[in-house]
């Protein structure tokens, strides 16, 4: 009985292995991508830090004054501030009970105004 011979060739990537380090480079640089800050405006910044707590107690009483205090200064916040984007979103992470998300969200925001 003889044994088949060995090639001395190199085994050559399949394209699926080079498709799936393609997909993998491209999924990291997306994750290591910097982000850009979010500037908060004044009033913007003292409802994120209202909303850092209410999250972080998990107060839902918190939440609803929160949202009712955002409702009634609506108006003299610009609806293209960003803030107002943030806060919104903030406010419907912690609505739908995904408490840990809106905190991360008021962390980074609040990260975002750091100065360095």
Same mark, same amino acid.
């Given at each position: 009985?003889? *044994? ?8 050559? /990537?399949?394209? +699926?292995?080079?498709? @799936?380090?393609?997909?993998?480079? $491209? *999924? ?8 850009? /800050?979010?500037? +908060?405006?004044?009033? @913007?910044?003292?409802?994120?830090? $209202? *909303? ?65």
């Amino acid at each position: 009985m003889t *044994l088949p011979k060995r090639s001395s060739e190199k085994p050559q /990537p399949s394209w +699926l292995q080079v498709i @799936g380090a393609i997909l993998l480079v $491209s *999924l990291l640089g997306f994750w290591f991508w910097p982000r850009r /800050p979010i500037p +908060l405006s004044d009033r @913007g910044y003292d409802f994120v830090i $209202s *909303l850092y707590r209410v999250c972080n107690q998990r107060d839902l009483a918190g939440l609803v004054k929160v949202e009712t205090l955002l409702s009634e200064t609506r108006d003299e916040m610009d609806s293209r501030d960003e803030s107002l984007q943030v806060i919104e979103r903030i406010i419907a992470h912690a609505k739908s009970k995904r408490w840990d998300r809106a905190s991360s969200d008021c962390r980074l925001a609040l990260e975002d105004q750091v100065k360095r």
